[in-house]
C-alpha cells in the first residue's frame, strides 16, 4: 500500500488529533466554526490546503448571533499528495488546523508567515 492510499476516514482521525491538540485556552475562543474535509481543492488553486470562509473575530458585528457557522475547509488529496509519509502528514495538517483558526482570529497571511504557519 502506498502512503498516498490513507482513506478518508483515516484522515479525518487525523484532522481530528489536531484539532484535539489545539490548546484549551485557544481552542475555547473558537466561536460558530465548523471543521470539513473536502477531497479537493478548488479547480482555481489545486495546491491549497485549506480555507477558512467566513469572518473572523476581529471583523464581526456586535451581535452575529443567529449566522450560519465560519468554515474551515481542509483539503485531503493536497494534503497527502504533498507528504512523503504519515508523520509528515501529521504535521502538515496540523499546521493547517492553527492556519485557518488563526485567520479565524483575524491573523493573516503576512503574519502566520513570520509565525512559520505560512
Do not use: K, Q, W
Request: glycine share 6%; charged share 30%; aromatic share 6%.
Amino acid at each position: 500500500m502506498e502512503f498516498t492510499d490513507v482513506t478518508a476516514r483515516e484522515f479525518d482521525a487525523l484532522v481530528e488529533e489536531a484539532l484535539d491538540a489545539v490548546p484549551a485556552e485557544l481552542a475555547g475562543l473558537v466561536r460558530n466554526v465548523v471543521v470539513l474535509v473536502e477531497d479537493e481543492a478548488p479547480d482555481d488553486d489545486p495546491d491549497l490546503l485549506g480555507y477558512y470562509d467566513g469572518l473572523a473575530l476581529t471583523e464581526r458585528p456586535a451581535n452575529h448571533s443567529g449566522a450560519l457557522p465560519d468554515r474551515i475547509l481542509l483539503f485531503r488529496r493536497p494534503l497527502i499528495e504533498m507528504c512523503e509519509d504519515r508523520d509528515h502528514l501529521v504535521e502538515e495538517i496540523g499546521i493547517t488546523v492553527v492556519h485557518e483558526i488563526a485567520h479565524h482570529f483575524g491573523i493573516d497571511d503576512r503574519r502566520l508567515h513570520d509565525l512559520g504557519y505560512a
